[in-house]
């Protein structure tokens, strides 16, 4: 994607592809060029710095099946913003990097259930999408969390949609999508498409050991891994220092995705919200990054059935988008949301004030 036109947020109109190249930062209009050399790990020092002068809160909350352990940054006046991070079975540190953020509004962010800092249940029955969902109302009211914006990350943007399209809640002033699963089946579809541009050798080992089932072999796993450079993390990233000790959940991540990225084997292999996009009206934002496996073609796609939504291409970036280039990323994220503040003013509450700002083809 060359020769892209840099262009503000403006709400989608009919008939027009609203979609936005957030390389302003890099200076240059063509992707392909300077945006690409390296990724901004000053940002993290940025974040990390500002998250020492802000007021912050952490603890434990209960929730269907046990405890998660929450983090709250800033007490500005804005709606608050609760991010949900991705997985299955990942860990919510790595929102650290939003913190410049919580000097507008507070950023929350927890470990779901089973994962990270939170309880550890060995009951595996919990790992459920329903369950997911109920936490995420459980984590509102134990916060006392009446308004907010919600950021679903990869599988968090998959709980976004289910939340919203199940729990039908009332409060989500707007929802990021950040490179987020809408539909599995067509995530495969587009990871295979990816896979056949990697190199032949490559590909070889990948369907190999498929064939034989051997998914942990050192070989399958460096093939993984040649995969995940490209589309996953891209470019260079920061330590976080507060995910030191910090573990995911493999056996959540393989009961409910399966053993990697790009093959779904468990209980979301056929799972899907993309129909229902449509019935999603609060002010929306896609965001990924340009080589994401979570593919902005894709993301379009999604964006043109929706009334009131816009997708921003972070240059140069994949699907680590918010750690490569955290400056370009939280401006993005930072301007969606004041706009849509600016909007909404005291209206915002619930399903008040929403309105047809324009149905995309």
């Given at each position: 994607?060359?020769?892209?036109?840099?262009?503000?947020?403006?709400?989608?109109?009919?008939?027009?592809?609203?979609?936005?190249?957030?390389?302003?930062?890099?200076?240059?209009?063509?992707?392909?060029?300077?945006?690409?050399?390296?990724?901004?790990?000053?940002?993290?020092?940025?974040?990390?710095?500002?998250?020492?002068?802000?007021?912050?809160?952490?603890?434990?909350?209960?929730?269907?099946?046990?405890?998660?352990?929450?983090?709250?940054?800033?007490?500005?006046?804005?709606?608050?913003?609760?991010?949900?991070?991705?997985?299955?079975?990942?860990?919510?540190?790595?929102?650290?990097?939003?913190?410049?953020?919580?000097?507008?509004?507070?950023?929350?962010?927890?470990?779901?259930?089973?994962?990270?800092?939170?309880?550890?249940?060995?009951d595996t029955s919990l790992w459920n999408v329903a369950r997911f969902v109920a936490e995420v109302d459980?984590?509102?009211?134990?916060?006392?969390?009446?308004?907010?914006?919600?950021?679903?990350?990869?599988?968090?943007?998959?709980?976004?949609?289910?939340?919203?399209?199940?729990?039908?809640?009332?409060?989500?002033?707007?929802?990021?999508?950040?490179?987020?699963?809408?539909?599995?089946?067509?995530?495969?579809?587009?990871?295979?498409?990816?896979?056949?541009?990697?190199?032949?050798a490559i590909r070889r080992v990948l369907d190999e050991e498929e064939r034989k089932g051997t998914l942990?072999?050192?070989?399958?796993?460096?093939?993984?891994?040649?995969?995940?450079?490209?589309?996953?993390?891209?470019?260079?990233?920061?330590?976080?220092?507060?995910?030191?000790?910090?573990?995911?959940?493999?056996?959540?991540?393989?009961?409910?995705?399966?053993?990697?990225?790009?093959?779904?084997?468990?209980?979301?292999?056929?799972?899907?919200?993309?129909?229902?996009?449509?019935?999603?009206?609060?002010?929306?934002?896609?965001?990924?990054?340009?080589?994401?496996?979570?593919?902005?073609?894709?993301?379009?796609?999604?964006?043109?059935?929706?009334?009131?939504?816009?997708?921003?291409?972070?240059?140069?970036?994949?699907?680590?988008?918010?750690?490569?280039?955290?400056?370009?990323?939280?401006?993005?994220?930072?301007?969606?949301?004041?706009?849509?503040?600016?909007?909404?003013?005291?209206?915002?509450?619930?399903?008040?004030?929403?309105?047809?700002?324009?149905?995309?083809p």
């Amino acid at each position: 994607m060359t020769n892209v036109t840099i262009a503000s947020f403006m709400p989608a109109q009919p008939r027009r592809r609203t979609v936005f190249f957030a390389a302003a930062l890099c200076g240059v209009l063509s992707v392909a060029t300077a945006c690409t050399m390296g990724g901004d790990t000053s940002g993290d020092a940025v974040a990390a710095a500002i998250t020492d002068t802000l007021p912050s809160a952490e603890g434990m909350l209960d929730v269907p099946g046990g405890r998660v352990w929450y983090r709250r940054i800033g007490d500005g006046p804005g709606t608050p913003l609760l991010a949900l991070h991705g997985g299955p079975g990942g860990t919510s540190c790595r929102f650290e990097a939003l913190a410049p953020i919580a000097k507008d509004r507070p950023v929350i962010f927890y470990d779901q259930l089973g994962s990270g800092r939170s309880d550890h249940p060995a009951d595996t029955s919990l790992w459920n999408v329903a369950r997911f969902v109920a936490e995420v109302d459980a984590v509102r009211q134990g916060l006392g969390l009446e308004r907010i914006h919600l950021l679903g990350h990869s599988w968090g943007g998959a709980l976004a949609a289910e939340y919203l399209a199940a729990a039908k809640p009332r409060g989500v002033e707007s929802v990021i999508f950040s490179s987020p699963l809408i539909d599995t089946p067509r995530w495969i579809a587009d990871a295979d498409s990816l896979r056949a541009q990697l190199p032949p050798a490559i590909r070889r080992v990948l369907d190999e050991e498929e064939r034989k089932g051997t998914l942990d072999s050192p070989a399958y796993l460096a093939a993984t891994d040649s995969f995940y450079a490209r589309h996953v993390r891209r470019l260079p990233t920061a330590d976080e220092p507060r995910c030191a000790g910090v573990a995911s959940n493999d056996t959540i991540y393989r009961q409910m995705w399966g053993p990697t990225e790009f093959l779904s084997t468990g209980s979301l292999k056929q799972w899907s919200r993309a129909a229902d996009l449509d019935e999603i009206t609060q002010p929306t934002l896609f965001i990924a990054g340009e080589f994401d496996e979570a593919r902005p073609t894709t993301l379009e796609e999604f964006r043109r059935t929706m009334r009131d939504a816009r997708l921003v291409v972070i240059p140069g970036a994949a699907h680590a988008a918010m750690r490569e280039r955290p400056a370009e990323y939280v401006s993005a994220v930072r301007e969606f949301l004041t706009r849509v503040d600016a909007g909404r003013g005291d209206a915002g509450r619930g399903d008040a004030g929403r309105g047809d700002a324009g149905r995309a083809p």
